[in-house]
């Protein structure tokens, strides 16, 4: 088996651990064939992002207990179906993009330089 290759190239890194992230559960945003939803894209949510996904009829607020989901809130880390991402493109509200963490097969559906210019860059202290 192969190592999970990230847009930049190499190693795919985690996005997050807490929450708990990725189509697995495993923090990644690990893909195979039954990943119909093609979560690829580790971002850093928004509170423009998760109410503009809400209007889109998947909100990732609400906590839903029965899956172990407390709910997103703005600054957490997310590995986002890409289609979606790239809607959110379109209605001008992408959460950034942490490039390490998202998977090589993103760019099937969108570009590397769509996702370097939304690519999440921590603030210098």
């Known amino acids: 088996m192969t190592t999970p290759k ?6 795919l890194e985690a996005c997050s651990y807490d929450p708990v992230t990725g189509y697995f559960r495993d923090g990644c945003c690990n893909t195979d ?3 119909v939803g093609s979560h690829l894209v580790c971002v850093r949510v928004t509170e ?6 809400r209007s889109r009829g ?6 839903k207990p029965a899956y172990r989901f407390a ?3 703005a600054g957490q880390r997310w590995c986002l179906c ?3 991402w790239r809607e959110a493109l379109e209605a001008g509200c992408p959460p950034p993009v942490i ?12 570009s590397m330089a769509q996702l370097e210019k939304h690519r999440f860059q921590a603030a210098e202290h």
């Open 71 to 73: 709910g997103l809130k």
């Open 6 to 11: 990230n847009v930049l190239g190499t190693a």
């Open 82 to 84: 890409a289609n979606r």
């Open 33 to 35: 064939a039954s990943d």
């Open 58 to 63: 998947n909100d990732l607020m609400t906590p």
């Open 48 to 53: 423009a992002f998760l109410l503009f996904s």
């Open 99 to 110: 490039l390490a963490a998202t998977h090589a097969k993103a760019l099937e559906f969108v």
